[in-house]
């Protein structure tokens, strides 16, 4: 999915020294009327990330029964989470083990999630600002390009969808960066497409609209390359099939209006009036 997506402001804290994403650094001075520092203002001492290192580890059991895997962190790095400092504040300073279950997680998800909170990147890394049109991303050799299946783009949607859930904003903007930098052919789009319009919220159009909006401009290629797979997906979500006709409607009514106004000079007058219905 090429298409610019919509910019996702930051607002987590992030690992220590996490600058990116649009983190603003805020510094109060504590400067007196005399224009000396005044050295007793309050302020937050910066954490080293040996320190993130000395906290606790913490085990993450993702999944359930046989195919459950533990994976292990540093309560530091994972308090940075709203998500994880509320169930770490359950354990008592007295603990033997540290432990969380997360039966319903992805563990692919979850490892680019704990890859992020160390180094503020997860595999396949974004080379180029986020926020810039020529930003690409690195090569994975697990999938083709373009990717058929789907699986490379729903890496990034599924990190997207847990990073809302886990409160990261900052790591829910690069994952959403990396959707719209990942190519993919028309049937793995449409399985992003189902993948969005049953696992993120009705009300998150962040995600959503540049799907609809997606499919509402390549009609042509829904003809030819996915007729089925858009037929199954309209009838299992007809949400979708709603947002990508109501955008198609949209845009004819868009080039009605501006050829009316292109046949009477571009003016207001009674040539480019509707009729009014008669109430007599």
Same mark, same amino acid.
């Given at each position: 999915?090429? #298409? +610019?997506?919509?910019?996702?402001d930051a607002e987590d804290g992030g690992p220590v020294g996490d600058v990116e994403m649009g983190d603003t650094e805020i510094a109060a001075t504590g400067v007196d009327e005399s224009g000396l520092q005044d050295i007793e203002a309050e302020s937050q001492p910066q954490k080293t990330f040996l320190a993130y290192l000395k906290?606790?580890?913490? !085990? *993450?059991?993702i999944g359930q029964g046989d195919d459950a895997t533990t994976l292990t962190a540093h309560q530091g790095l994972l308090t940075h989470s709203?998500?994880?400092?509320? +169930? /770490?504040? $359950?354990f008592s300073d007295s603990a033997g083990r540290?432990?969380?279950? *997360?039966?319903?997680? #992805? *563990? #692919? +998800?979850?490892? /680019?999630?704990? !890859?992020y909170l160390y180094t503020h990147e997860y595999f396949?890394?974004?080379i180029g600002p986020a926020n810039s049109a020529t930003s690409t991303l690195e090569p994975d050799p697990q999938f083709d390009i373009p990717d058929s299946t789907g699986n490379a783009i729903l890496r990034h949607a599924r990190v997207y969808t847990l990073a809302s859930r886990f409160g990261l904003p900052s790591l829910r903007s690069l994952a959403h960066a990396k959707i719209h930098r990942t190519e993919s052919t028309a049937k793995g789009e449409i399985a992003y497409a189902r993948y969005v319009y049953k696992e993120t919220d009705m009300a998150d159009a962040?995600?959503? $609209?540049?799907?609809? +909006?997606?499919? =509402?401009?390549?009609?042509?290629? *829904?003809?030819? !390359? =996915?007729?089925?797979?858009?037929?199954?997906? /309209?009838? !299992?979500?007809?949400q979708f099939g709603f947002d990508v006709l109501?955008?198609?409607? #949209?845009e004819q009514e868009k080039r009605k209006a501006r050829a009316e106004g292109a046949a009477t000079g571009g003016g207001s007058g009674p040539g480019r009036k509707r009729a009014r219905m008669s109430t007599g």
């Open positions: 999915m090429a #298409d +610019a997506e919509v910019q996702i906290s606790p580890i913490v !085990e *993450l059991t709203p998500y994880f400092r509320e +169930a /770490c504040s $359950k540290r432990v969380i279950d *997360l039966p319903s997680e #992805d *563990l #692919d +998800a979850m490892g /680019c999630f704990l !890859e396949p890394r974004l962040t995600i959503r $609209k540049p799907v609809a +909006a997606f499919w =509402a401009n390549r009609s042509y290629v *829904l003809r030819h !390359e =996915a007729e089925e797979e858009f037929r199954r997906m /309209c009838l !299992e979500y007809p109501s955008l198609v409607l #949209d």
